[in-house]
């Protein structure tokens, strides 16, 4: 991508995080996703690790090789004129220095920006001083490659706390993330934070752009806005809901051996379209 194209995105999607408006982010898994968000009119684009790794036969967690990750993701960039933000889970690397390597070859690919999570596997937590050191070597990847992208760290202490309170889950989350955004981050995701009362503190608590992840019963959309959320993304909801779909209308024609189950409300037409 022209250098000058990307860093333009990168400052769009930026500017997107001003907390004027809430920023909602459709994670795409592959090109088609991309092309057909964008054909609906959201302002960027994010990406889902499991959307991805499932569509290219893989589990989630970092399973996919990152030369997979690159590829899927220049192939997202290219479909769309979006900002592109890639869910980049751990960094892909032991260390720091590790991280900060892939991180330049993913900025390779055109992206706006990039996820980094504080989780290790789903199971438990980095040590902060670790997590940090990870943000701080993306950003100064970024300012090597010239590129300000837009960082994104996830807090998973609401995901593998364990047994912790929510006040102990609180008070911890606060610590991550000022410590993130010491070390670089632009944005802080506390992945699993629910409730509407504690989601507003903790922005009051910041004063910084939060991400929230979609999910039903989520807080309207003014509501968000009102207490200051920043961004909402989708994680692997819209992957699911379009593997879910397709399994219900394959086991309706395995079953019965009907069609009827097989027509489209977005058929091959639509979909021809995006692409010429």
Known sequence: MNPARQIERAQRLLALHDRKRVLLLPNAWDAGSARLFDDLGFAAIATTSGGMAWSLGHADGEQLPLADILAAT???????????????????????????????????????????????????????????????????????????????????????????????????????????????????????????????????????????????????LDELQRIGVARVSSATRLATIAYSAARAAAVNWHDSGRCDGLDASFGYVDMQRLFT
């Open 74 to 220: 220049r192939r997202i960039v290219g479909a769309t004129q979006l900002p592109v933000t890639v869910d980049f889970e751990g960094g892909h690397g032991a260390t720091a220095e590790a991280v900060a390597a892939n991180v330049r070859a993913l900025i390779s690919t055109g992206i706006a920006g990039l996820n980094l999570e504080d989780g290790i596997e789903h199971r438990i937590l980095r040590d902060v001083d670790d997590a940090a050191a990870r943000i701080a070597a993306a950003r100064a990847a970024a300012q090597a490659n010239g590129v300000p992208i837009v960082i994104n760290a996830r807090v998973d202490v609401w995901m593998v706390g364990g047994d912790a309170s929510d006040d102990v889950r609180f008070a911890d989350a606060i610590v991550r993330a000022r410590r993130y955004l010491a070390a670089g981050a632009d944005c802080i995701y506390p992945i699993g934070l629910a409730d509407p009362a504690m989601i507003e503190r903790f922005i009051a608590a910041l004063d910084a752009p939060v991400n929230i992840g979609a999910r039903v019963g989520l807080s309207a």
